[in-house]
């Protein structure tokens, strides 16, 4: 199974679970949620109706830290954990990886004294060891590390979910896609109508040259039997002369 299809089947999975709770108990969904090993998006968890009705409850901060999943990093869980709940261990890892996803969504050269900073760790083995085992096995990037300049190359980093800001940015670039496409499809149908017209101008062309070489031989063809047939009538001519001196 590849990693849409399973993403596709655990969103739809927590969807239907939070859906059919209320109050405390979907405390415990979204720790799952937060915590499962193959969860990379949450954005679509956020917008259960049942989870936007936490905002004003005494469980808001886990609706909050469903947000911070959905578009948040390590370093700024940090900065509001004082409001926040506090995370387990695979919390914290789900968190780290997402992370790194945030980051390569915009460089694809990531130093490792950024990488470092921002996740918290305090060696290069241990950032390897890292990118290797929770990010690269895991399938959620791909890239090169690279110990001589100290960066990781990034060649294919799984997406994270949109921030609400990033939508109106998203839907511009779409649209500014869509009328390229448009301008290239005109570009190409008046190629290929150019192309069916210089055909068409190459068809006439020929059969101009092929009725031409006809004419020309035809008249070649003539010529040759006027040519054979003009000694014939010469030699009757001298016959007849010389029979009449003979009389």
């Known amino acids: ?17 939070a859906a059919s709770l209320k109050g405390s108990p979907l405390v415990d969904v979204i720790v799952e949620a937060t915590s499962h090993p193959s969860l990379f998006a949450f954005s679509e968890i956020l917008s259960v109706p049942t989870i936007v009705e936490l905002e004003g409850t005494g469980y808001i901060k886990y609706r909050e830290l469903l947000r911070m999943y959905a578009y948040g990093t390590w370093s700024e869980y940090k900065s509001d954990a004082h ?41 290069v083995r241990e950032l390897e060891d890292f990118l290797i085992n929770c990010c690269m096995y895991v399938g959620i990037v791909r890239g090169k590390l690279d110990q001589l300049r100290r960066c990781f190359e990034v060649q294919f980093a799984a997406g994270r979910d949109l921030r609400p800001e990033q939508l109106s940015n998203m839907i511009e670039t779409l649209a500014n896609w869509l009328s390229t496409s448009d301008n ?6 008046e190629k290929i109508k150019w192309a069916d017209s210089m055909n068409e101008i190459d068809k006439n062309h020929r059969k101009e040259v092929e009725e031409r070489v006809e004419e020309v031989k035809k008249a070649l063809s003539a010529k040759k039997l006027q040519t054979v047939s003009r000694p014939a009538l010469i030699s009757e001519g001298m016959k007849r002369s010389f029979l009449n001196l003979v009389e």
């Open 1 to 17: 199974m590849d990693i849409e299809q399973k993403q596709a089947e655990l969103i739809d999975y927590f969807v239907k679970q």
């Open 83 to 123: 409001r926040l709940p506090q995370l387990v261990p695979d919390q914290i890892l789900k968190l780290k990886q997402l992370t790194v996803l945030t980051l390569a969504e915009t460089n694809k050269v990531l130093p490792y004294d950024t990488l470092m900073q921002e996740l918290d760790v305090t060696n």
């Open 184 to 189: 290239l499809l005109v570009s190409i149908q």
